[in-house]
């Protein structure tokens, strides 16, 4: 991450670098995947591989322009924040879709930069940055959800290695993963003090997957189940009992993704309700309640959106990513109950005839909506946060 | 809780055990799995019918009981705790319309039939997706009724549909000119897309120029009732396990956070309780329904709301496990929204209620 420590570059040297950023994509972008969100394919993997989608996804690999802020060092773009943001445009005018992504840009890979050696980095930034490896989250257990501290997958001292066992649940990804980043007990005699941070081939022997069926109808996640999994003492980032705080602060980078992203997206709901609702001479939705529900929500929104570039520009991933994670899951939860109410009941198809796949995808992103004030650590786990770290309002003694 | 009389107690006792033997949540799971058109199992709904539950609000006279709305709104109200699929609200509906607008000759034909369980009615009122009385317009003509109705509550498996046209309300009886087009639901209920092509219609003549808004009124007080049994058993299900699931060393429910919001979710379903049991009552006491249309829309509103925010409080306090298809908590969360939209969803029933009150 870039820091605003940094020199910004002149007005100039952006416009020129707009140019260069609008000739690059201009050359590589293949015309057919205008349009196309391709942000999910890191995650989900081969699911599908066109030969186009394969070819951007080297080309913007090659260029370490899908994770343009990281050190060109180890394959990134080594673009200033500045930089960035003028890319980002570009590729938006291209109507471009950054095929780089996953738990590995969003997550693992900062969170590595900060806390890994340096040979862990040249191993694995690299191949994040070309989307050649995809990472899934080894965090929570069925007896540590919101007490994730209280996870008991262990970890035994083997000398070189580690002999794994225990199980893991909500494993995002976990079917589609080459490598998990996990949380696991090195020490039984301290809690927070006990975990530490480990790397671990999902295709070593011992590691089992199993999705889990959620009220979507999709599985996105698994348990995983580790039985006597050995992991060399190489693959631990930062010192054994240190996991707690890498894996704190990688929640971090979670958390401001999970509020981040589809804020702006999607169909204007205002619009919707026009043409499903009506307006009256005037142009105005007719339904006064809806009407004053959707501009909440818009202006909502917009107070949101400043609020994240407030935090960005004042120093990055925080504690402040609590506030995001807390408003931003909120606002995306009410937009989606707001498209499926301005829909009425054909807002609210599973599958068949009578409804078009995005009402039916509306409905399947409504009901997934609902983990987003889940995981990531609960919205209840959030306010716990600004209430001690950022209020300073003590326990109950 | 309304003071009941000693037969009411006993139906509601009956009512509970039934559905805690018979119809668990498990049984709905089933049904969900095995994804019939219907959307019910029809032995079961023998059963109901078996139990007199069918005829819990037709006269005596043609084979109900004529125990009233109140008592229904209890059978209801238990039977939505676990989600037990059935037509008992729509053919009570249905039911209703005939007995309010029928002749002697309609009544005789059809309420007994009704009554017994063997014939499966309902109301076809809306034409799109969102609740609007004020924009029918299937038309009859020489005693052909043109027009399509969208998400008929139990379309599918109906034999009688009342329908609301331009001018009043129609039998008319599936078969020439009826089609039915399945619509595939987030609650895995039958909301079918009805089409009338020239199918013979018989009129209701009688109950006046409001009996369509009488007729809904019937529908949103017991939808009410429904949505309330699911609420009261959404919430007693999350403080059970608030009491068991143990996070930092303690169980969840001695967090004063969670104790408030819990307070103030019971405090919210115990005010829709009495909206609905004021709402049945009001059917009961009929004659005098001059404030039923306000009555009603409280009671809807009131289900409405407590119901949405209890069905996404469900999942949330339950935590990831909330979120799985294994757990219940998402049936209730996928059966919420079209209750809510049926009838008037809030902000439609809160501008009802302001224009009934003159502002």
């Known amino acids: ?397 | 809780m309304a003071k009941l009389s000693e037969e009411q107690e006993m139906l509601r006792d009956m009512a509970q055990n039934w559905v805690r033997g018979e119809s668990p949540v498990g049984a709905w799971r089933k049904q969900r799995d095995a994804d019939t058109v219907a959307g019910y199992d029809s032995a079961v709904y023998g059963e109901m019918a078996a139990m007199g539950w069918t005829g819990i609000t037709v006269a005596e006279a043609h084979g109900g009981s004529d125990f009233g709305w109140m008592s229904l709104g209890l059978v209801v109200e238990e039977c939505a705790k676990t989600l037990t699929a059935s037509p008992l609200v729509a053919c009570a509906i249905a039911a209703r319309a005939i007995a309010l607008g029928g002749t002697d000759e309609q009544k005789a034909k059809y309420l007994p039939a009704i009554a017994s369980g063997e014939l499966v009615a309902t109301i076809a009122v809306d034409e799109g997706p969102r609740h609007d009385p004020a924009t029918i317009t299937s038309k009859v003509a020489d005693g052909k009724i043109n027009g399509t109705k969208a998400f008929v509550a139990e379309g599918d498996s109906a034999g009688l549909f009342v329908v609301a046209a331009t001018d009043g309300l129609y039998l008319v009886e599936d078969g020439a000119g009826v089609t039915k087009s399945r619509r595939q639901m987030v609650d895995h209920r039958s909301h079918a897309e009805v089409r009338f092509d020239g199918a013979a219609a018989d009129k209701l003549t009688g109950g006046g120029d409001g009996l369509l808004d009488r007729v809904l009124d019937h529908a949103r007080i017991l939808t009410a009732a429904e949505m309330l049994g699911m609420s009261q058993q959404a919430f007693d299900q999350t403080l059970e396990y608030l009491k068991q699931r143990v996070q930092f060393d303690r169980i969840l429910a001695s967090f004063q956070a969670l104790q408030h919001r819990m307070a103030d979710l019971f405090g919210d379903i115990e005010l829709t309780r009495s909206a609905v049991e004021a709402g049945l009552g009001a059917l009961d006491s009929m004659g005098d329904n001059g404030d039923l249309g306000q009555i009603a829309a409280i009671a809807k509103a009131r289900a409405n709301d407590s119901l949405h925010r209890m069905s996404r409080e469900m999942v949330q306090l339950h935590g990831g496990i909330g979120m799985t298809d294994e757990f219940d908590a998402g049936f209730y969360l996928k059966r919420a929204r079209p209750l809510e939209a049926a009838w008037g969803n809030s902000s439609f029933l809160r501008d009802r209620f302001a224009r009934l009150g003159g502002y």
């Not at chain 1, 020199?7 to 205008?34: G, Q, V, Y």
């Not at chain 1, 050649?132 to 970890?155: H, K």
């Not at chain 1, 698994?222 to 050995?230: D, G, K, L, P, S």
């Not at chain 1, 971090?252 to 609702?277: F, P, W």
């Open chain 1, 1 to 397: 991450m870039a820091s605003l420590a940094e020199p910004s570059p002149s007005a100039e040297a952006l416009d020129a670098f707009r140019i260069e950023a609008r000739d690059w994509i201009a050359a590589h972008f293949p015309p057919a995947l205008k349009g196309v969100d391709m942000s999910r394919s890191a995650l989900e993997g081969p699911s599908d591989k066109s030969a186009d989608k394969e070819a951007w996804r080297i080309a913007m690999g090659e260029k370490g322009w899908g994770t343009p802020t990281w050190p060109q060092r180890y394959g990134g773009g080594g673009l200033s924040d500045a930089e960035a943001r003028v890319l980002q445009q570009e590729l938006a005018r291209a109507g471009a879709s950054n095929p780089i992504g996953g738990m590995g840009v969003m997550m693992f890979g900062p969170t590595l930069l900060e806390f890994g050696s340096e040979e862990q980095k040249m191993e694995h930034i690299p191949r994040i940055c070309r989307a050649e490896v995809r990472w899934c989250q080894g965090y929570s257990e069925p007896n540590a959800g919101s007490d994730l501290a209280n996870l008991q997958c262990f970890a035994e001292d083997k000398g070189d290695h580690y002999i794994v066992n225990g199980q893991k649940t909500w494993t995002s990804g976990g079917q589609w993963a080459d490598k998990c980043f996990a949380l696991v007990r090195t020490d039984k005699s301290k809690k927070q003090g006990g975990i530490s941070f480990l790397l671990i081939d999902m295709d070593a022997p011992g590691v089992e997957v199993k999705p889990i069926k959620m009220i979507s109808g999709l599985s996105p996640f698994c348990e995983t189940f580790f039985t006597n999994v050995a992991v060399p003492k190489t693959n631990r980032v930062g010192d054994e009992g240190q996991g707690w705080t890498i894996g704190k602060r990688l929640l971090q980078h979670e958390r401001t993704n999970i509020s981040g992203g589809r804020m702006g997206g999607g169909v204007s709901l205002s619009e919707l309700a026009k043409a499903c609702v009506g307006t009256d001479a005037e142009g105005r939705i007719t339904d006064g309640e809806l009407r004053a529900r959707i501009a909440k929500l818009e202006m909502d929104g917009r107070a949101f959106a400043a609020t994240a570039m407030r935090v960005a520009q004042e120093g990055g991933v925080s504690v402040a990513s609590s506030i995001l994670k807390i408003n931003g899951t909120k606002l995306m939860q009410e937009r989606s109950e707001l498209l499926i109410d301005i829909l009425g009941m054909q807002g609210l198809g599973w599958e068949g005839e009578g409804f078009t796949n995005e009402q039916i995808e509306a409905v399947r992103v409504w009901l997934f909506g609902k983990a987003t004030t889940i995981y990531g650590g609960s919205t209840e786990i959030q306010t716990n946060i600004v209430a001690k770290r950022i209020l300073g309002m003590p326990d109950m003694g």
